[in-house]
């Protein structure tokens, strides 16, 4: 059974530090990684997806990697800002023997992020 | 496109009522999933639907729970005899296959958040 871990479970940084968000996994059979931003009360908004034979994506001022050997996935923020302020869940979805993929994504419990002026 | 739509957004009953939630996926989205995320933690995969057809069923979705999308397109999502353990939010996502160009990212609606007295 596949499990998602994210360290840590809260973050607290002033505006403009670099930081980085930590996510393993159990099962390195994995189909693809994503990364999501939840706002409170709200749904899920996706940030990045890493398909399993990409090692890293980018898009403006994130970046996830993704190390499938050992079970790991960063997502790096650059020049943080009050707006970033939410709960970062990362989800990875399964493969079967096959190779072909399952629908459902497996989420972490997430990290919430709290970026102060 | 107008994204995931749910309704309605917000549902409090009494333990023993039934509740039916809707879900309009992306237009052209054939792939339709249904989420459940009780606070604090990540969200938890229910069930799967490629086009009409559900292909895959977690071990949460007890015989209390039932989701249809009868057409392909609109999905629905019952349950009856609530209990006080069935509040949480509920989540649906759509997406479309991946395909050379595209990926398969999962798009998130705003949820419906179940309260049970």
């Known amino acids: 059974k596949q499990e998602v871990t994210q360290i840590p479970a809260a973050l607290s940084v002033p505006e403009g530090e670099n930081l980085v968000l930590n996510c393993s996994f159990t099962d390195s059979a994995i189909y693809n990684l994503q990364w999501f931003r939840q706002d409170p009360g709200k749904g899920l908004t996706s940030l990045l997806l890493i398909q399993s034979s990409q090692r890293e994506q980018t898009s403006g001022r994130l970046n996830a990697s993704l190390d499938k050997s050992s079970g790991r996935s960063t997502l790096y923020i650059a020049a943080s800002q009050p707006g970033d302020s939410a709960t970062y869940l990362c989800?990875?979805?399964?493969?079967?023997?096959?190779?072909?993929?399952?629908?459902?994504?497996?989420f972490g419990q997430g990290t919430i992020l709290t970026v102060h002026p | 496109d107008t994204g995931v739509s749910q309704d309605p957004r917000h549902k409090i009953t009494k333990r023993g009522q039934n509740v039916t939630f809707r879900c309009d996926p992306i237009?052209?989205?054939?792939?339709l999933y249904w989420y459940r995320q009780t606070l604090g933690q990540g969200p938890e995969f229910l069930t799967y639907?490629?086009?009409?057809?559900?292909?895959?069923k977690s071990r949460l979705l007890s015989d209390r729970f039932s989701a249809e999308r009868p057409k392909g397109s609109f999905s629905t999502l019952e349950i009856q005899r609530t209990e006080q353990g069935d509040s949480a939010m509920y989540l649906c996502?759509?997406?479309?296959?991946?395909?050379?160009?595209?990926?398969?990212?999962?798009?998130f609606g705003p949820g419906t958040r179940l309260t049970v007295l």
């Open positions: 639907f490629q086009n009409e057809a559900q292909l895959e």
């Open positions: 996502a759509s997406s479309l296959p991946r395909l050379a160009g595209r990926t398969d990212t999962q798009y």
């Open positions: 989800a990875v979805r399964g493969t079967n023997a096959g190779g072909t993929s399952y629908g459902k994504l497996t």
């Open positions: 237009s052209e989205h054939n792939r």
